[in-house]
C-alpha cells in the first residue's frame, strides 16, 4: 500500500529559498574541505576554486546545481522479494529499521550488554517478519567480529536473513568492492545489481563541512558502479553545527549538496540520496539529546528541502533518549514519525528497534515501534471517500433504531477501514486481568519469540553462500597482513 505525505510543513517557500541561497553562500565563500585528492582534483577540474595546500574547495553555484540536475529524482530500491521494492520519490514514505548501537537490551533484566553478531541475524530475522517495516538497517554493529571488516559481515547477515532492501556500510574502496561483489552474487551479476540494487550505501559527511579521505573514496567507488549512495550528515546544534536549527539546515545542506557534487563527477546519474539527521546538544550537560521537538522539527525541514531539490531523502524519526522500552520512548518516537511521516520523508529509518540515543537495540522495542508505525501508516492513508464508504444505501437499509453488525458492508471493509492491532490491549478490564495482567513490554516478548521460532527466510543458494564466505575469508586474509 502507497503512504504518501505533503500534509504538513514548518518552512515556507520563501524560507527554503533563503536556506537554499545561504547555502550557496557557504559553499562558494567558506567552501569545504575534501581531504581525497582524486575528489579535489575532480572538482578543480570541473571549475571550483581549489586550494591544494589546505585541501579547501570553493563551489560556485552552477556546479552545485548542476549536481542537482544530475541526481536521479526517482530511485529503484529492491529486496530479494520483489515484493519488497520501494519506489523512492517526492513524498512517498517508507518506515525502516534503525541501526549502529554497539549494545542490545536484556528483556527481563533491563541491563544492556554488548551487542553480538547473532543479536544482528536475529533482528534482521525479527524485522524481516514485521508487517510495517520496509526497510532495513542493521540494527546493531556486532563487537564480536573483526571490526575491520565489519561491512562484510554486516552485509552477508542481511543478504541471508531478510527479503526487504536493506541500508549497510562500506569501508573504503576495497569494501565498496567486496559488498557489491557479495550483492551481485544474490542479484545475479553486476549488471543486475545496478537494475535491482539490493543494497544502499550510508556514508556520512564530517561536521563542520569536511569530506574525510576514506568515505569520499568509498562514495567515488560506489558511483563508478551507480550504487546508491546516501550521503548522511550527522552535525550536532551547538558542537559541530550553528546552535541555531536554520543555520544546521545551511550547514548540513551544505555538506550533502557538495558530496553530491563530488559522485555526480566521478559518475554523472549516480542514485544520490540526501541525508541529513542532526540533532541538538544539551548545553546543560553537554550531551546529545534525540527525543527532542527539534529532531521533529528538522526532519520535517529536511524533508521539504529534499523534495524542494527534487532528490530523494533518508530521513530520521523515531529516536528516543530513554534508556528502556516506557511511555517515553513511545510518546518520543510517536511524535516524530507522525510529523515525519505527514511531511512525506522518504526513507523514515531509526523508526524502529533503537534506543538510548541510538546506541542500544532492543527486539522488543522493535515490536512496539511495528506497532507504533501501523498506526501512523492508517492516519497517513486517511479517510477514502465514495460512493461505497459513504454508505448511503446501508444506512437507508438498517434505518433508525436498527444495527450494522450483520451487514456485509461491515464485513467487507472493516479491516481496511480500521486499525486491527496485535500488540496493543484492547480488552475490557476483566478480560484484561484474566489473561495475565500483561503489560505491553511483556507482550512484546512473547511476539518476539514466537517470531523467531516460526519465521523462516528463503535460504541463498549454497554455492552463492560458499562464495560470500571465501570474500570475507580473503578480506580478513588482507588486513590481518
Request: with cysteine; aromatic share 6%; glycine share 8%.
Amino acid at each position: 500500500m502507497e503512504y504518501k505525505g505533503g500534509r504538513f510543513s514548518v518552512l515556507t517557500q520563501d524560507q527554503l529559498y533563503d536556506i537554499h541561497m545561504a547555502t550557496l553562500e557557504v559553499l562558494e565563500k567558506t567552501g569545504v574541505l575534501v581531504k581525497e585528492k582524486n575528489a579535489l582534483n575532480l572538482l578543480k577540474d570541473a571549475g571550483a576554486t581549489v586550494d591544494e595546500e589546505n585541501q579547501r574547495a570553493y563551489i560556485p553555484q552552477y556546479l552545485v546545481e548542476e549536481a542537482i540536475q544530475k541526481t536521479p529524482k526517482t530511485i529503484k530500491l529492491c529486496g530479494r522479494d520483489p515484493k519488497n521494492n520501494l519506489r523512492v520519490e517526492g513524498n512517498r514514505s517508507y518506515f525502516g529499521l534503525g541501526g549502529s548501537g554497539i549494545y542490545m537490551l536484556d528483556p527481563d533484566t533491563l541491563e544492556r550488554r554488548t551487542a553480538t553478531k547473532q543479536d544482528l541475524i536475529d533482528s534482521t530475522r525479527l524485522a524481516d517478519s514485521l508487517e510495517n517495516i520496509d526497510f532495513l538497517m542493521g540494527l546493531i554493529i556486532p563487537q564480536d567480529i573483526d571490526q575491520t571488516i565489519w561491512d562484510r559481515y554486516s552485509a552477508e547477515v542481511k543478504l541471508k536473513n531478510t527479503m526487504k532492501h536493506c541500508f549497510t556500510g562500506a569501508l573504503g574502496e576495497d569494501g565498496a568492492r567486496d559488498v557489491l561483489k557479495m550483492a551481485s552474487l544474490v542479484a545475479g551479476g553486476e549488471e543486475e545489481l545496478v537494475k535491482s540494487p539490493l543494497f544502499s550505501f550510508i556514508l556520512c559527511t564530517v561536521s563542520p563541512l569536511t569530506h574525510d579521505e576514506r568515505n569520499t573514496e568509498t562514495a567515488m567507488e560506489l558511483a563508478r558502479h551507480k550504487a546508491p549512495i546516501i550521503f548522511a550528515c550527522e552535525s550536532i546544534c551547538g558542537g559541530t553545527a550553528p546552535i541555531s536549527l536554520a543555520g544546521t539546515l545551511v550547514l548540513q545542506n551544505a555538506e550533502v549538496l557538495s558530496a553530491t557534487l563530488i559522485a555526480q563527477l566521478t559518475n554523472p546519474g549516480t542514485p544520490v540520496i540526501y541525508g541529513a539527521v542532526s540533532s541538538p546538544m544539551d548545553m546543560r550537560n553537554g550531551s546529545i539529546v534525540m527525543g527532542v521537538p527539534e529532531v521533529a522539527l528538522m526532519g520535517v525541514a529536511v524533508s521539504q528541502l529534499a523534495q524542494y531539490y527534487g532528490i530523494p531523502l533518508y530521513s530520521m524519526a523515531g529516536i528516543t533518549d530513554s534508556k528502556v522500552p516506557d511511555a517515553q520512548a513511545s510518546y518520543e518516537k510517536a511524535l516524530q514519525q507522525v510529523l515525519v511521516g505527514f511531511t512525506g520523508g522518504n526513507l523514515i529509518h531509526n523508526a524502529a528497534g533503537m534506543l538510548d540515543k541510538m546506541i542500544t537495540g532492543s527486539l522488543e522495542q522493535m515490536v512496539i515501534d511495528n506497532e507504533i508505525i501501523g498506526m501512523v501508516k492508517r492516519i497517513m492513508r486517511g479517510i477514502e471517500v465514495n460512493t461505497d464508504t459513504l454508505a448511503a444505501d446501508v444506512i437507508d437499509k438498517v434505518g433508525p433504531g436498527g444495527h450494522f453488525l450483520g451487514e456485509k458492508h461491515t464485513r467487507r471493509l472493516y479491516r481496511s477501514e480500521h486499525d486491527l492491532s496485535v500488540l496493543s490491549d484492547r480488552l475490557t478490564r476483566e478480560a484484561w486481568e484474566k489473561a495475565g495482567r500483561k503489560d505491553v513490554l511483556v507482550r512484546a516478548k512473547e511476539m518476539v519469540k514466537q517470531k523467531l521460532e516460526n519465521h523462516q527466510v528463503e535460504p541463498l543458494d549454497a554455492d552463492v553462500s560458499k562464495e560470500m564466505d571465501r570474500i570475507i575469508l580473503e578480506a580478513k586474509a588482507r588486513y590481518s597482513q
